[in-house]
């Protein structure tokens, strides 16, 4: 275990003053992940107590494919991919024509394409290196557009609201699974829970503040970037509590992670599922170019 690496976690985790960039982060993080089988970063869909991780972010991720109604011959671009895990399934399980992925994380970008190449996929998945607010692709070129968990650390997400339009074909349809504040609750004291909740993440995770808004913000700046039939739709009550309650029952999972994580997973677990997520919720949202917007547009 690299020393270096471990006071980088240490620093991350408990020092308040850090204030990191996302591809530190994810520089940081690496292969560190929970689940058995893949690389996958989601927090997971949960359907039933008997789920694994691995299935529970499988279930995700098909979920966000069965939305934006992935077809075969279909031109997809999935901004923010990590280790491309969704990717490399789209392309077995919905066999789309091509898939174009962007990642600012230039390490998850290098590991992602020896995991496509060994998978005989270089021809149909291409990712690269680049920012879902620039997008290097040409307008109107693409069916769906998505992202999985990540459009919270855009800079900013409008922003990639606007690309995602241009860069979709009339009739083409954004579907994202992200990560919203919640409403102020009624109580003082659950409030000020929410906001510790809230904080925490968003420091840590490098989200934005001109990324903080709730479901009125996230319909507003959609429409406002042209989308018409927008929906979002809360999933949090089959994504926290069902997550930790997992993570209770199987605390061998944590011993997957790096050594510095840890003590705080395990202060975590011993806390309500409310109090530790109470802040945050967690929206499916999904919206469709109209057929009538200008292919330039």
């Known amino acids: 275990m690299s020393q270096r690496r471990f006071l980088d976690y240490l620093t991350w985790l408990y020092n308040p003053l850090t204030s990191w960039e996302v591809t530190r982060v994810y520089d940081l993080l690496s292969t560190d992940v929970a689940t058995t089988h893949g690389l996958y970063l989601n927090l997971g869909y949960w359907s039933d107590a008997g789920q694994t991780l691995d299935e529970a972010c499988e ?35 919905r066999q789309p024509a091509r898939i174009r992925g962007l990642n600012i994380t230039a390490s998850q970008v290098a590991i992602a394409r020896e995991r496509v190449a060994n998978a005989g996929l270089a021809d149909r998945i291409e990712l690269v290196v680049g920012s879902a607010t ?113 993570l209770r029952r199987h605390p061998q999972i944590l011993q997957r992670l790096h050594p510095a994580t840890r003590l705080p997973a395990r202060i975590a677990l011993a806390m309500s599922a409310e109090s530790v997520y109470g802040g945050l919720d967690y929206i499916l949202a999904t919206a469709v170019k109209p057929t009538d917007s200008p292919a330039s547009a």
Request: net charge neutral; aromatic share 12%.
């Open 134 to 246: 620039a997008m290097p692709f040409a307008t109107a070129s693409a069916d769906q557009v998505l992202a999985q968990e990540c459009a919270f650390h855009f800079k900013t997400r409008a922003d990639f609201f606007a690309e995602a339009f241009r860069v979709l074909r009339p009739g083409g349809r954004l579907v994202t699974a992200d990560i919203i504040p919640m409403p102020p609750a009624t109580s003082r004291w659950r409030r000020l829970k929410q906001r510790w909740s809230w904080g925490l993440v968003a420091s840590k995770f490098a989200i934005p503040k001109d990324n903080v808004y709730g479901v009125d913000g996230y319909v507003e700046r959609l429409e406002a970037a042209g989308f018409a039939s927008v929906e979002v739709q809360s999933i949090r009550d089959r994504v926290y509590a069902p997550l930790h309650e997992a």
């Open 59 to 93: 279930a995700l991720t098909d979920l966000v494919a069965e939305r934006a109604g992935v077809n075969p011959g279909d031109q997809v671009v999935d901004v923010g991919f990590g280790f491309a895990d969704q990717d490399l399934r789209w392309a077995k399980t």
